[in-house]
């Protein structure tokens, strides 16, 4: 365990968390209160969100708005720096999933990005430089997903804002090591499947959770263990694929570049009997 981390995820420190109204952002906040940090939250839900600061136990304070908005950002580090003076944890979490295909309305495609790509890097334009020039250590937890890794086809614009993601995280914690030493340092988590209500919404109404599914709170309970330890990459399992055939997915993603494959060969009618067949390999 990180001694740095611990003292990041401590009582009486401030977790700023988007999208925290359900799910994940849900989750998180409530872990981190459990640990006695203060909460600042921002979603569209103004009333969840005020309910959720009733019942956690720790001072907290909510902004509403979207993470499109980058007056609503400005007003979220505001508020927060007002009431606390100090950001310990940004946990950028709030996105969304609509669906684009590759040629259709580039107005569907800006949602996805200006939500689940815009919405980061505005977070950080507005919290990063205050951080640095912070003393205290801290830290920024961007939520990716496996989509935005081996990016699988049928949700287009969801995969690309994702991979952008990747790429803006892994280079924000490189910049970060050369101008804090490691004092700041960024973190990105990648849910498995997980039931939260963006995923709820493609089933109908009232569907039980699949089997295959991890609850939101397994997937903070794995990504609290692995951000304690000081982990960069948190690619979280689920109740279906565990942590190895993700390594054999990413691997064999990697690869159709290396080896010249076809362009998403998993999927593709004369690769994808290899790749299944490539998961039993013991590798």
Known sequence: ??????????????????????????????TFAARGMRLALFD??????????????????????????????????DETLSRFG???????NAGITQGAGPWDDPAKWRRQIEVNFGGILA??????????????????INLGSKEGITTPPGNAAYSVAKAAVKVLTEQLAHELLKVTAGRV??????????????????????????????????????????LLDGDFYIICPDNAVTSQTDAKRIRWAADDMILNRPALSRWHPDWKEKF???LNDGR
């Open 1 to 30: 365990m990180s001694e740095r981390m611990e003292g990041i995820v401590a009582p009486g420190r401030v977790a700023v968390v988007t999208g925290a109204a359900n799910g994940i952002g849900l989750a998180i906040a409530r």
């Open 44 to 77: 569209l839900d103004a009333d969840a969100l005020q309910n959720i600061a009733s019942t956690v136990g720790v001072d907290a304070i909510c902004v509403s708005g979207d993470v499109s908005d980058l007056s609503a950002l400005t007003r979220l580090r």
């Open 86 to 92: 100090e950001v310990a944890v940004l946990v950028n």
């Open 123 to 140: 977070a950080q334009h507005l919290f990063v430089p205050y951080l640095i020039e912070s003393s205290r250590t801290s830290a920024v």
């Open 185 to 226: 340092s960024a973190h990105l988590l990648v849910p498995g499947y997980t039931w939260t209500p963006m995923n709820m919404a493609f089933k109908p109404q009232g569907a039980p959770k699949p089997d295959e599914a991890w609850t939101a709170e397994q997937v903070v309970e794995y990504f609290l263990a692995r």
């Open 276 to 278: 299944l067949a490539s």
